[in-house]
C-alpha cells in the first residue's frame, strides 16, 4: 500500500517550471533514490516534501493525510543536507537531542534516546564533542542522528555524501543503508551519482528537466532504459547506428553484419545502444562477431577498458584483466563479441 505518495506536483518560480507533473508512490519502508544531473529539481521535490516549498499544484499525503498545508514541522519529517548543517555552538548530544527538546520531550527521556541514536550511528563516545572536533563523514552520521531522533515518519537525504571523500562515501553508503533497513524507515535519498543510486536503492527516480523521466528499480533502469536520456546518464552506454532492412521483424544491418531484433521499427536507421560489459573480445560463444580495429587501452586493474573502430562507429567495452594473457594493443585488429539480446533500440 502507498505510505507517501506525490501526484501530479509541479514547481513554478516566476515562469519556469522546475518540476512537472511529478508522480511517485513510496512503499513504507521503501529506500527511493531521485537522480539526475544538477538542476533538474530534485531538491526542490524533496523540499516540497518537506514542506519548505509550496507546491504551485499538485498533492503530496503521508498515509493517506494531506501535508501541503501543514508547516514543516508538523509533518514529522526528518531531513539531512549535503552541507554539514550541524549547530556549530551545540555539542553533539545536544545537537541529536535538538529536535526533541524543540519538541518539549522531558531531559531524561531525550537522554535517554540521544544515548540510543550515538549507539546506532556508531559513536556512542562521542556526545560531548562539537563539530568541529569531528571529521566529515562523523559530522554526516551525526546529522543523521539528528534527523532520527524525533523518530519521523519519512526521512529526507539531500547528497549527503556528495562533500565526503570517495572512500568514506562508499562505506557511509552501507551504514545509512544498514540503518534504514534496521529503523524501516521510509527514505528518500538524492543524489547525482548513478552508482551511489543504482547500490543503494530499492527504486530509483530518473529525473530530467524537471520530469520523472524513468522509475524503477536499478535492475529495470540500467538494463531497460526507459528514455535515450536515462540509457545515457544511467551507465556507460555505446550508440551504433544501424540500417533497417526490413521494419516488421527489425532486421537491421549494422558494421557489415546482418542482425534480427524482432522489434519492428520504422524508417530507415535506427540507433542501438550496447552496454560495454555486453561487448566481449573474441566471439566466444556469442551470436555476432565483428570485426574491429583498437583506438584505446585504459588499464583500470581489475578491468581494462578498450575502445574499438567498426568501420567508422567507435564501441568501448571492457574485459577482465588476467595477468597470463596480454592486452591488446593500438591498431590490433580484433573479433568482438556480442548477442542480439543485448542490443537496445533507443
Ligand atoms: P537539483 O537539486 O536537481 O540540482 P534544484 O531543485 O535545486 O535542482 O533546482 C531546479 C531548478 O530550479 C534550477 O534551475 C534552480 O536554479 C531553480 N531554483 C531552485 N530554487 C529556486 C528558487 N528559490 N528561486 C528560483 N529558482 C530556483
Ligand atoms: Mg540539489
Redesign the pocket.
Known amino acids: 500500500m502507498t505510505f507517501l505518495s506525490l501526484s501530479h506536483l509541479e514547481k513554478s518560480?516566476g515562469p519556469?517550471r522546475?518540476v512537472k507533473d511529478f508522480n511517485l508512490s513510496v512503499e513504507q519502508g521503501e529506500f527511493i533514490s531521485l537522480l539526475?544531473p544538477?538542476?533538474?529539481?530534485?531538491?526542490?521535490?524533496l523540499r516540497m516534501v518537506a514542506g519548505f516549498e509550496t507546491p504551485t499544484s499538485g498533492a503530496i499525503a503521508i498515509d493517506g493525510a494531506d501535508m501541503v498545508r501543514l508547516r514543516p514541522n508538523a509533518r514529522n519529517i526528518g531531513m539531512v543536507f549535503q552541507a554539514y548543517a550541524l549547530f556549530p555552538n551545540l555539542t553533539v548530544a545536544q545537537n541529536v537531542g535538538f529536535g526533541l527538546k524543540v519538541k518539549g520531550t522531558p531531559a531524561k527521556e531525550i537522554a535517554g534516546r540521544v544515548e540510543e541514536m550515538l549507539d546506532l550511528i556508531g559513536l556512542p563516545d562521542l556526545g560531548g564533542r562539537y563539530p568541529f572536533q569531528l571529521s566529515g563523514g562523523q559530522q554526516q552520521r551525526v546529522a543523521l542522528a539528528r534527523a532520527l531522533a524525533p523518530r519521523p515518519r519519512v526521512l529526507l537525504l539531500d547528497e549527503p555524501l556528495s562533500a565526503l571523500d570517495a572512500k568514506i562515501r562508499v562505506s557511509l553508503r552501507n551504514e545509512i543503508r544498514a540503518i534504514q533497513r534496521r529503523l524501516g524507515i521510509t527514505t528518500i535519498f538524492?543524489t547525482h551519482d548513478q552508482e551511489e543510486a543504482l547500490s543503494m536503492s530499492d527504486r530509483i527516480v530518473v529525473?530530467h528537466q524537471g520530469v520523472a523521466d524513468q522509475v524503477g528499480t536499478p535492475f529495470e533502469i540500467y538494463n531497460t532504459p526507459a528514455t535515450r536520456f536515462v540509457a545515457g546518464f544511467v551507465g556507460t552506454l555505446n550508440t551504433i547506428e544501424a540500417e533497417v532492412k526490413d521494419g516488421a521483424t527489425g532486421r537491421v544491418a549494422l558494421a557489415g553484419t546482418e542482425v534480427v531484433l524482432h522489434r519492428p521499427m520504422t524508417g530507415d536507421r535506427v540507433t542501438l545502444g550496447l552496454r560495454p560489459e555486453a561487448v566481449r573480445l573474441g566471439q566466444g560463444s556469442c551470436e555476432l562477431g565483428l570485426s574491429g580495429k583498437i583506438t584505446e587501452v585504459d588499464f583500470l586493474g581489475s578491468v581494462i577498458r578498450l575502445r574499438a573502430d567498426l568501420g567508422g562507429q567507435s564501441l568501448a567495452f571492457d574485459t577482465f584483466n588476467a595477468a597470463h594473457s596480454v592486452p591488446p594493443r593500438v591498431g590490433e585488429t580484433v573479433v568482438l563479441g556480442l548477442n542480439a539480446a543485448d542490443l537496445m533500440v533507443i
Open positions: 518560480f519556469t522546475v539526475g544538477s538542476g533538474c529539481g530534485k531538491t526542490t521535490v538524492v529525473m
